[in-house]
DNA sequence: AAAAAAC
């Protein structure tokens, strides 16, 4: 099968044989025919099988006829990261090159005064993030009554980021007599459930992933006590033959200090989370496009959909706490029939996530060793991240004993200083000059605090989440705590004993 | 144990 067959336009043909392709990919072949005929298409497939093309060609040839509104866009895109709507705006612009389409990109993190200008010259393809998309459409400067095609993208991630009510919410404001394309990389319960209110007769397409990562990426594990993972880690970076690659941590603070580790170590590396501004998130990518920067220090915002030509590695700094997400990890690298290689480095406390992932993929990854660095092992049982800190006290405890007679490094004897500033000054001293530190909450004011935080109203989109959840489940009384407030909560909401320089734990 | 997305 070539890309002529599919009726698609001679100019979007042109644009993708001067891309270079000339055989659709099985998302391809089995999707385009069907939305050029205007029907439903429920897609199950993932990034990396050409799902994107599959549906961008054809929606360039659909809109080619027509012209967009002020403020009335014809055609809306969905997206659950930033990155991957930009994604989907770059393929309408390399294949739309010779239509003139209007084209939005709208995501959080930018200005609004671009957005805005551009809907107002009308557009045909907005490609959106729901946060932005509601927002701009709340402030009056779209509709949507006009939208003739909607794409619903990677709609399982979309429910495990929480986003389902927001997408409810904006389908709820399009014409019902629309065509509509939805695509998941699997199919729960819950996202068949979706894809039956949204759709309508909908054709099926399923596409395998090109190969399963087991198959063209070779895995392997390093078990090291937990200070030795960055130096597990430049060791492997520094024995591999590495081209590029992604090294991914479990939060973003630990994307930083990563990223500054193997910077301070001569490696050529950037970092990448939700946290940073939008700005310097697309300049990284793009550099690592480039291969100006060759290593990415990334949290789980890269781990899917993000199309990076050629990964030669990755790497998992920690393993990743849901078992679907190793697989999708290292499913950036290996892709479209080339090998790759993944590496995770494990710490002691990981026995069971490992476990976990050994489960869903059915083997083992096969552990190795490192010159020069201990091998650990895994811990029994559950470990002190066990259900209630089990190995290692609470902290809290021996803090507020120590703060009474301990000076805290750095700040007592500058405190001390400002408080005899205050005297010669003669005035009070402010409540930061004072000789003692703040007094502590008492155990009763503690658990009043903490109750009140517990019943503090919940931010709006937790609120619609949870009424969704209580709609679902409107059988199930619900149990109130009553006049006990369980241990947990009050420690949840304990203030946190401020970090105190020195080691402490010699001293308790 | 986290991350993502609106200001």
Known sequence: MIFSELGLGPEVLRAIEEKGYTQPTPIQEQ????????????????TGTGKTAGFTLPMIDILASGRARARMPRSLILEPTRELAA????????????????????IGGETFTEQVKKLDRGVDVLIATPGRLIDLFERGNMMLNDIKVLVIDEADRMLDMGFIPDIERIVSLLPKNRQTLFFSATMPPEIR???????QNPREVTVAPPASPSETVTQAMVLVQEQDKRKALRHLLRTEDVKNAFIFCNRKRDVAVVQKSLEGHGFNAGALHGDMPQHKRTETLELFKRGDITLLVCSDVAARGLDVQGLSHVFNFDVPLHAEDYVHRIGRTGRAGRMGRAFTIAGPEDGKLVAAIARLIKRDIPMIAIDGLESATFEEGEGRRGRFGRGRPPRGGDERRGAEDRPRRDERPRREERAERAERDDRPPRREERE????????????????SEARREPPRRDRDRRRRRDEDDDDEPVVGFGDHVPAFLLRAARPRPEPSGGDTSQEG
């Open 31 to 46: 999707a385009i025919p069907w939305v050029l005929q205007g029907r439903d298409v429920l897609g199950c497939a993932q």
């Open 87 to 106: 994604q989907v705006a770059e393929s309408f612009e390399t294949y739309g090159k010779h239509h003139k389409l209007n084209m939005a990109l709208l």
């Open 193 to 199: 459930r979706l894809a039956d209110a949204f759709l």
């Open 436 to 451: 003692e530190r703040p007094e502590r909450p008492t155990e009763r004011e503690r658990d009043r605090a903490a109750l």
